[in-house]
């Protein structure tokens, strides 16, 4: 798929933060904030409501745009709090994390690169931390696009076989992208690394 991320950010400027960063937050629980890493981190607004909270966080995505908004967009008192890279998730650098938050994300890492990527994604993540990322499913519309990657319920549930699954939510239905109409057919899926 051809995006032009820049004007991706610019639609979706001033969105609050995703329902499924508020899922891993309270899956997180009470416990201090610790590190996080938002894979994909385009307009910055999970990162800076992790920042919020007191988290550090590194932000990574693809585009150079994505780390100039960001840098645009923190509060001075959250940038020492703050790392960013430039990079795809399959190169990208993490380790000891307690937070993954991978929104609309992984689903744009090509086909190959995958399973790498994720396995590099489970490592990352220290014994207790949460996982956060939406997956997409066979039926959405772009699935005929050979650059992106696709997978069954059971494809998911195999691939948080390691973790114990606290929410998996399929969402098989017509609704609205940034592009105009699409279906949808996604996973939204928390869960934590045991320890």
Known sequence: ?????????????????????????????????????????GDGTETLALLGLGWRVTAIDVTPASAEIIGGRVAPQHRLLLQVQTASIELAEIDDIDLVYAGFSLPFVIPDAFPAAWSRILASLRPGGILAANLFGPNDTWATDP?????????????????????????????????????????????????
């Open 1 to 41: 798929m051809d995006v032009d991320w820049a004007d991706y950010y610019a639609a979706v400027s001033g969105r609050s933060s995703r329902p499924l960063l508020t899922r891993a937050l309270d899956a997180w629980g009470e416990r201090a904030p610790g590190r996080a890493v938002d894979l994909g981190a």
């Open 147 to 195: 650059e992106m990657n696709f997978h069954d319920r059971a494809e998911v549930e195999g691939l948080l076989g390691d973790l114990e699954i606290l929410s998996l939510d399929e969402t098989d239905e017509d609704g609205m992208a940034a592009s105009g109409p699409k279906h949808w057919h996604l996973f939204d899926c928390v869960a934590r690394r045991r320890t």
